[in-house]
DNA sequence: GTCCGCATGTAAGGCGTTACATGATTAA
DNA sequence: TTAATCATGTAACGCCTTACATGCGGAC
């Protein structure tokens, strides 16, 4: 669901994943299984029809019968219009939309960008991203403000975790631009 | 995608305003639209036909024509049976499962809770979502460490966010508790 | 020789999204 | 009377979910 490129959150991260190194669907599924990324659903209902999806849209290109065995498996790799397609998408502006509504798809963005769209892009990505949620925190505690008589006490506290949770995004971007302008190595 | 109760997050997000006072489709629109619940979204084709499914369920009942104008108008309330289900969905215990793919679900849940449950449901609530979560945090913590060396430093940050969001809740969780034992007066 | 993990899929169903449509009421 | 707001909906579409299905390979 994600803007003019057409490029769900879903896909987005198998798009990325793949533009790290060739993977088969199944090795997907396991990233998704076995490590915390996105919590997304490793479910094969989900990820074979997406993989087709990316690659009949031309951002990955299937091969079969690598390696040993001829057991049926194929190993996706990103094309050079994936890239792209994906740089394009990375180097989307943060928008006030995208961290109200698109906030897994944001961090999915950033987990990917460095590599793709360079070590500069990635800290301006974290600069707007950071204020544009300092931005929207304020908001919601005036707004909280002129209805805490009015709230019931579990409603408030609800809203609360909600700020905070913004907060605690906007000082972790400015952790990590101070540590990846310290380290300015880009893994490459 | 809720549980047994076959209530879905939207679902219950509805179900739970209209169980603090009667409201029209409008209104729920409109309370989506300008607060911060749970970033819905307020579309039509959304709010109207989950309406309609949770009215079918017979868990709320449409009035039309009430109020002065005869304008075309159904004014919802919540049966006996729609309480029932409510307070037996968020009466569910908070499992491991819960706060990795349904917190949304749970602060959803938490933001209703106190009124329908009991204020001694909610504390119980919060202890095991505080314990869920510290454990789920420490044992990603875990995870990131035997991963960091072999991590792009993006990817780690990435990784860092999420577990710091978990640690984050944690403490609002345990801060809460102690507000609500404090003030023990329940909204009723 | 059987069971489990690898590996890929399909089918039905549910539900949210965007966009479109319709009509009544109120304010300018 | 024109526009904005109130108020309710439908239709097409996309995509995820759950559940089912299938076959190879290795381990015991």
Redesign the interface.
């Known amino acids: 669901m994600a803007q003019e490129t057409g490029l769900s959150t879903l896909s987005l991260a198998i798009l990325g994943l793949i533009s790290q190194r060739p993977l088969t669907g199944y090795d997907v599924r396991k990233v998704f299984a076995t490590?915390?990324m996105g919590?997304f659903s490793s479910s094969p209902g989900a990820i074979y029809p997406a993989l087709r999806r990316i690659e009949e849209a031309g951002w990955v290109r299937g091969k079969t019968g690598e390696g040993k065995t001829r057991r049926e498996r194929v190993v996706y790799e990103i094309t050079a219009r994936g890239i792209r397609v994906l740089k394009q998408h990375l180097s989307r502006p943060v928008t006030r939309d995208d961290v109200?509504?698109h906030m897994d798809d944001l961090?999915?963005r950033?987990?990917?960008?460095?590599?793709i769209v360079g070590r500069e892009t990635?800290l301006r990505f974290l600069q707007t991203f950071a204020s544009e949620l300092e931005a929207y925190a304020t908001e919601?505690r005036h707004?909280l403000d002129s209805v805490r008589q009015i709230m019931?006490?579990?409603?408030r506290?609800?809203?609360?975790?909600?700020i905070?949770?913004y907060e605690?995004?906007t000082q972790?971007a400015r952790r990590?631009i101070e540590?990846?302008q310290g380290?300015s190595q880009q893994?490459d």
């Open positions: 490590t915390p919590h109200i509504w961090m999915m950033f987990a990917f960008m460095d590599p990635t919601l707004y019931p006490p579990c409603g506290l609800a809203m609360e975790n909600g905070q949770g605690m995004n972790w990590a540590e990846l380290n893994a």
